[in-house]
Structures are given as structure tokens and as C-alpha cells.
């Protein structure tokens, strides 16, 4: 089985689904390091260089070959990945995947994406708390259709990782 986190970015699909693949005993695989493996660039390098429909059409493809090929893995997704190149489509439409949506409430994604974003390409460009806030919520209502189609939602608003973890693993046992 392969079990999908998917969400917005900073919604602690990385963090969490390495611990969910340990207590699991499942592999653990988030699709930017295997993106940067295969491109042998990082993800902020792949946007500058060869622009982000470059980067979504390698992201499809390399989530075509991750789901094809993998056998008991936790994968983490970009915040993107479910939105583009029928994506979400080929995650849900498949028996052998579980796939998880974690929400979190806009303002708890600003305040933890602030002081990464010049590690994040999309939001780099944003000076105040206050524009990321705009933004998240833009971007957030384009993509919630998407997100929404997860088998299972699980609300991450002031959880600790350990409570997200059983509830994750409710909907496994």
C-alpha cells in the first residue's frame, strides 16, 4: 500500500509522514527529494531555470513512477502536486493508495511559512506576513478542490504531531 499525504505547503506532510512511515515500518519518500535526485537540481533551481511547467510536467511524471513502482511507502507530495497533469485522478482512482489531506488553518500556515520562505519559490518574493496570508488564501481556494478529494481529511490545527499520527492511523488499522 502506498499512503498519499498531500496538502499545503508547511502542512507537515514531510515531518509527519517520516514518522508515520517508521512506526509503520513502511518506506519513507517525499516526491521534491526525488525530484532533486532525478534532476540533480533543487527544486528552487528548476524553477529559475526551466520555469514551473517544466517542473509540473517532471513532477507528473516522476508521481506516475513513484506510484507504479513503490510498494509500502509513505509519500509526502508538494502543496502543487494534486493540482496539475491529472494527478490527483491517478492517486485516487487507484486501489492501492490511501490517500490523506492535512488542513491547516491559513493563519497557522503563514506563521510557519514565514521564516522559511526563501527556501519556498513561490512564496520567496513575499515581505510581510500579511501578503502571505493573501496569498495562501488565494491559492488555497484554487487548490482545495483538489485537496478535498482525499480519502481522508485530517484537520492539523493545534495538534501535536503525536495526536495527527493517531489520527492518521485510525483510518490505516
Do not use: W
Not at 534532476?39 to 533551481?45: F, G, T
Not at 511507502?73 to 496539475?84: E, F, I
Not at 520562505?117 to 495562501?136: A, K, M
Amino acid at each position: 500500500m502506498i499512503i498519499v499525504l498531500l496538502g499545503y505547503m508547511g502542512s507537515g506532510k514531510s515531518t509527519l509522514g517520516k514518522e508515520l512511515a517508521t512506526v509503520l515500518k513502511y518506506s519513507f519518500l517525499d516526491i521534491d527529494d526525488y525530484i532533486i535526485e532525478k534532476e540533480k537540481a533543487s527544486i528552487s533551481d528548476i524553477f529559475k531555470k526551466k520555469g514551473e511547467i517544466y517542473f509540473r510536467k517532471k513532477e507528473t511524471e516522476y508521481l506516475k513512477e513513484i506510484i507504479s513502482s513503490s510498494k509500502n511507502t509513505v509519500l509526502a507530495l508538494g502543496g502543487g502536486t494534486p493540482c496539475y497533469g491529472n494527478n490527483m485522478n491517478a492517486l485516487i482512482n487507484n486501489p492501492n493508495i490511501k490517500s490523506f489531506y492535512l488542513k491547516l488553518s491559513i493563519p497557522l500556515l503563514a506563521k510557519r511559512l514565514f521564516l522559511e520562505r526563501e527556501n519556498r519559490p513561490l512564496i520567496s518574493h513575499l515581505n510581510t506576513e500579511e501578503d502571505l496570508i493573501e496569498f495562501i488564501g488565494k491559492h488555497l481556494f484554487e487548490r482545495s478542490h483538489y485537496y478535498s478529494q482525499a480519502q481522508f481529511t485530517i484537520n492539523t490545527d493545534h495538534k501535536t504531531q503525536k495526536e495527527i499520527l493517531e489520527d492518521l492511523l485510525v483510518h490505516l488499522i
